[in-house]
């Protein structure tokens, strides 16, 4: 399994390190929450030890350490009972991309030290617990674990390292000079001495006889890690490298992240923030028990992993650290929510975000595009949650539109394109462009040139009609309400007459139609948005669109019948021939099956569905029959 998904053997360490630094992270915090637990926290350190002659390697923490039934749980599960799983998925996965995304969802960073060793023992025992733990396995899919009484607080990994072979890249990893270059590239953030014995020259020949005589000193550890928070460093101090690195650390992923935000602020309340736009959305993004938010320290201390309160539901990509250094080092969970030093950092954070992504748009079009593929759906939430930044939210987000049939279009780029004395930014909302692009609803559009955005994700049923307007111009769905879209241009006397002098034509029709229909629809009129089509089908402009209605009802909300209305082309030969045959022959019973098939390929013609096909398909098999 470990070396179906890993490609590079050294981050084995860089995962047992991060291992061992939120082991001290919890202790930390444990020991604030717990003035009764009955730990050490005077020297928390995490020491590497290698053993060049017997080829081993440890490392280990004076952190919380882990119970019997916490290794059972958190080391053993993947070992007896995850593995199938994890293996059926990776089979199915067809790149290599795609099986590291597995990594993630599956935690399995211990088992990467497999990858260099033929056994590795763990030996660990919970702060505030007298009885250790002994877990020892080959990797082979068993383990064995049993009680051990002299284990000191934490937890140690001892890996039995393979023998060195650089073509399958296993590098020495029994050499210190290798070991302190790996903490060095990937681990020289955390924020937690790292300690291991110092390099040394080979010893004059004096000192080697002390040696033997066992007259030499052990050698004092040294700290090889500069474990300088990354976000307390000076920008120029700090390469992109190690801000990529800093970002896999705490999010798991294994590809650099997009972009990458600083903030500091100063003054009646300070704090720092490091944050990270990901290049690709995690496996859990759109799960219910996801999690979500950014680390938050207190000067410089861990106090919360996925806090909540520093970032809204629809900015739960975003990963960092915010570190303030004017809140209590024992917050909970609960104070944070009405915390207003928290509420002020959310606040700024969140700005800072949705600023970062616009100028990501402005100014880098490609990888505009992927944070949108990734996140545009989750983004858009926002638009129904957060109505202080909804503004600038609608500033970053992209459509489809009929303007080009490749590239997404912004609000604002839509704007600009907006015809002379064109009122409204019109929309509509479907399952595909396709659909979309074919419904009677954009026949007027199209042969007058009005450009339509085209809607089709989930979300944007819900936030077309919340958001009543974008830099004073007003949303308006093609699909719903009264369409007129010459009454911008001055129309002449003859014009109006034409039109007047149509809608009395057809009154009795509408009339007849209303009444026949009155199950399926609560009114027959004539449209001004079809050109070809005979018929549409239109919603009320505050009605719920059909699309909607079924959301609703998927999340088992009952909603009461809603009847839409039926428009007719008053051009079309079909709804012509209907209006002469209905004038000279109203009591032929074949009008209304006429009426009804209307109705039917109109619903059919958007996407809709018939309540009875059946009946349908009869009525068409009669009047093709008729025809021949």
Not at 72 to 95: C, Q
Not at 311 to 340: C, H, I
Not at 486 to 505: G, M, Y
Request: glycine share 4%.
């Amino acid at each position: 399994m470990i070396h179906s998904i890993y490609s590079n053997k050294d981050v084995f360490l860089r995962e047992l390190i991060s291992n061992a630094s939120d082991a001290l992270d919890r202790l930390r915090l444990e020991s604030l929450r717990d003035e009764n637990l009955q730990a050490d926290t005077s020297d928390l350190h995490i020491a590497i030890e290698v053993d060049q002659e017997s080829r081993t390697l440890t490392i280990r923490d004076n952190g919380i350490g882990m119970s019997h039934e916490g290794v059972v749980e958190l080391i053993g599960t993947i070992a007896n009972s995850g593995t199938a799983k994890f293996l059926k998925e990776l089979r199915e996965s067809k790149d290599a991309a795609a099986s590291a995304d597995l990594i993630g969802q599956f935690g399995v960073g211990f088992y990467s030290s497999f990858m260099v060793a033929d056994e590795v023992t763990m030996e660990t025992r919970h702060a505030g617990e007298s009885q250790g733990t002994r877990w020892v396995s080959s990797g082979e899919g068993t383990y064995t674990i049993e009680p051990f009484d002299d284990a000191p607080q934490g937890t140690s990994v001892t890996l039995k390292l393979k023998a060195e072979d650089t073509e399958d890249h296993l590098y020495d990893y029994a050499s210190p000079r290798k070991i302190r270059e790996i903490v060095k590239q990937h681990s020289d953030f955390i924020t937690w001495p790292i300690r291991m014995a110092p390099a040394q020259a080979p010893a004059p020949a004096d000192e080697a006889e002390q040696a033997e005589e066992g007259d030499e000193k052990s050698p004092e550890l040294e700290t090889v890690n500069s474990m300088k928070a990354l976000w307390a460093r000076p920008k120029d101090e700090v390469t992109d490298e190690e801000y990529h690195e800093f970002y896999k650390h705490i999010s798991h992923d294994w590809v650099d992240p997009l972009e990458t935000i600083r903030m500091q602020a100063e003054g009646t309340f300070e704090y720092q923030s490091l944050l990270f736009i990901p290049a690709r959305a995690p496996q859990d993004l759109y799960m219910q028990d996801r999690k979500r938010g950014v680390q938050l320290y207190v000067k410089r201390v861990f106090i919360m992993d996925d806090c909540e309160a520093l970032m809204p539901e629809y900015l739960r990509f975003v990963k960092g650290v915010v570190d303030a250094a004017d809140l209590s080092l024992n917050v909970s969970r609960e104070t944070l929510q009405q915390d207003r030093q928290i509420q002020l950092m959310r606040r700024r954070l969140v700005k800072k975000v949705l600023s970062t992504v616009k100028d990501i748009l402005s100014s880098d079009a490609e990888r505009y595009a992927t944070f949108w593929k990734e996140f545009g759906r989750v983004l858009k939430e926002g638009l129904l949650s957060d109505l202080e930044n909804r503004e600038a939210i609608l500033e970053v987000c992209s459509f489809a539109s009929t303007h080009d049939a490749e590239q997404p279009t912004t609000l604002r780029g839509y704007a600009e394109r907006m015809k002379d004395g064109q009122e409204h930014i019109y929309y509509m909302t479907g399952e595909s462009r396709s659909i979309m692009e074919s419904s009677p609803h954009m026949e007027a559009f199209r042969d007058k040139g009005f450009e339509v955005l085209l809607l089709t994700d989930p979300i944007d049923e819900l936030w077309v009609d919340a958001v009543p307007e974008f830099d004073g111009k007003q949303l308006r769905s093609i699909a719903k309400g009264q369409v007129d879209l010459d009454s911008r241009d001055e129309e002449d006397e003859e014009a109006e007459a034409e039109r007047e002098q149509r809608q009395k034509d057809f009154a009795e029709l509408l009339s007849w139609m209303t009444s026949t229909l009155s199950d399926q629809v609560k009114e027959v009129r004539l449209s001004s948005r079809l050109t070809t089509s005979p018929a549409c089908i239109v919603g009320d402009t505050f009605d719920v669109t059909p699309a909607l209605e079924n959301i609703y009802r998927s999340m088992g909300q009952s909603l009461p019948e809603i009847k839409r209305i039926l428009e007719l082309n008053p051009t079309h030969p079909l709804v012509s021939g209907l209006r002469k045959a209905h004038a000279e022959r109203k009591d032929d019973s074949g009008l209304a099956e006429t009426a009804e098939l209307l109705h039917s390929m109109a619903l059919l013609a958007e996407g809709g569905e018939l309540s009875d096909p059946s009946r349908f398909i009869k009525l068409v098999a009669e009047r093709v029959q008729q025809t021949l």
